[in-house]
């Protein structure tokens, strides 16, 4: 584990190093440098929390506190993954420690795994492609909350399969197993509807 930023490996794309920058900057007390990590952020970030906990408002305010504690603790960003993962871990631990005695709903809102139209699309396709992302939406929103997790961490929020792990807090081999048993469960839940496409 690296003792400081600096020792870490280095981040791989530009986007990455933008938002190493940005936390550094957050380090040092910069807001506005809060409110670029928020604005890239916070989308992907509130629909993780969403397919955990099921409830928006209080998905709302967990995304605040994990925001809060990006602010307080970004000095002891290390590097060590993507600020993406980071802050989500984050937020997983913030609605971990809201959920402790509180029951979770068994469905959420799911449609920003779903991704958007093309903008080429013609008004017939962006209407098929929006019925079909609000059924597989609805079906995710159905699976149990462990394969909500780990689809939304691997196809909504991009992270690697090391990143999802790092996330969870779990093997590779574990999200891997856990990808390979939501994706049949997602396939078996959409047969089950009749969706065959």
């Known amino acids: 584990m690296p003792a ?19 936390v550094r900057r957050v380090a040092n007390g910069d807001r506005d440098a809060l409110a670029v990590l928020y604005q890239r952020h916070s989308g992907v970030v509130l629909a993780q929390v969403t397919l955990a906990v099921g409830e928006p408002a209080l998905s709302e305010e967990i995304l605040q506190d994990t925001m809060l504690a990006v602010w307080r603790g970004a000095a002891s960003f290390r590097g060590e993954s993507a600020v993406r993962s980071w802050i989500i871990a984050i937020a997983r631990r913030q609605a971990r420690d809201r959920l402790r005695h509180r029951p979770v709903r068994a469905t959420a809102d799911v449609a920003d795994l779903s991704g958007l139209p093309t903008a ?17 939406a609805d079906t995710v929103g159905q699976l149990g909350r462990l394969h909500r997790e ?19 807090e779990v093997p590779v081999g574990t999200v891997k197993s856990r990808l390979s048993a939501a994706r049949a469960a997602l396939t078996r839940a959409l047969a089950e509807k009749g969706y065959t496409r």
Do not use: H, Y
């Open 4 to 22: 400081r930023l600096e020792d870490a490996p280095q981040p791989v794309n530009r986007n990455d190093w933008d938002d190493v920058w940005l």
């Open 150 to 168: 780990v689809l939304g961490l691997v196809f909504g929020a991009d992270l690697t399969l090391a990143e999802a792990a790092a996330v969870l």
């Open 120 to 136: 080429e699309a013609g008004p017939e396709e962006t209407a098929i492609k929006r019925a079909e992302a609000e059924v597989i």
